[in-house]
DNA sequence: ACCTGAACACCGTTCAAGT
DNA sequence: ACCTGAACACCGTTCAAGT
């Protein structure tokens, strides 16, 4: 007490761009974009601020990064050596689930779309086009397409993950939930909604991302 | 000066809901997402906090009320009587327009895509894509997909916006640059993106995106 | 009922100072 | 070079007090 207070003593191990990702990652993983703060990747790493932003530019650069991780992940994950319409499947799939379980990832894509992540997508999507005979002139519209479509959906559906936070008891609620009010609503004024209902109660995700990645390529198909 | 310190008189005209969510939405628009603060908004409409607080929830109920606004807007606006195929298009293009003109929209239906506003647009595409013949059994799947492509390019469409602030000048630097970038790549290991940064320096976002609403309606005609 | 504005509990980021 | 942690300039939100 009478003590002098005494300094923590500057750690041993060394801190790097690695790891502050890694421990960010985990953070949002675990407990969601909010609660990514420069306080608790301090204490999570045992550091401070400083030594930090020693390594990193600011936050968005540790969000850009783990993005960047994640995507290139699946990007080298994915099997290409399949027929290219399985392997456009698979690669579409492996997009959605890697932002399902990462809704975080998602919601980073759509703000910053020009990162590196983004530069293997449209060149794995565009090759897998390519391999498909879709003709030359079609092919940066339908690229640019389909990796919008894969995208905007895998977004939403991060959004909707964020926000039913976690459980599986908690999605099929809000589908409830929802699908009542939509039920409930005026078949004169909402003939669609109001017969969609039921659909939309019983629908899984994950077969219906792939339903329309199906459509893109039937019509893509046409292209021909 | 030793007058005792006089409190503002009381706003004589009545704030609400509709003025708040005005003043939010003339704030987004000219200074983008991150200027409006609650304090900005309390000097834009002369009053305190709690007087915001007093008609709204709290600032995201701010951002959804002025997105749903935006939103409603579109859809009243937009011809449905010209045959399926041109008021689909005319639909897309209508909400592509208006996401690009408020950036904010959409980074606000990602983020909260269950609001009234997407309700009104899944009730327009069903029963469009109900005139156009859609079996049945695939109309609530095409929907889905349109809806979520639709939402996907003009909210990546937003992102660029956002990043490139305002002027038409930044963004053919900034695509020029992106292009360079992308003509550098090595042809051997990114053959399709390197072939396409002539596209990518030309092409019309707007053209893209319409290509694309094609691209899908075109395979959902095979659906028949 | 409607409004004012001080105060609270947070943020991301900086930077002088340590090793 | 790498790190510490106090301090700064912000946030959104609350709430006692006014009319």
Redesign the pocket.
Known sequence: MAAKAQ??P??TD??SKERIIEAATEILDTDGENA????VLTTRL??????I???VA???DVLAAATDEVIARVMTGVVIDAPPREALRALALGLFDAIDAHPWVGAQLSREPWRPALLEIYESIGRLLDALHVPERALFDAAGALVNYVLGVAGQNAANARALAHGEADRSVFLATAAAHWSQLDPDKYPFVHKAATQLREHDDREQFLAGVDIFLAGIATLR
């Open positions: 300094r923590t500057r750690r060394a801190l990514l703060t420069l306080r045992n550091t401070g601020y400083g030594a932003y020693h390594h600011n936050k968005s």
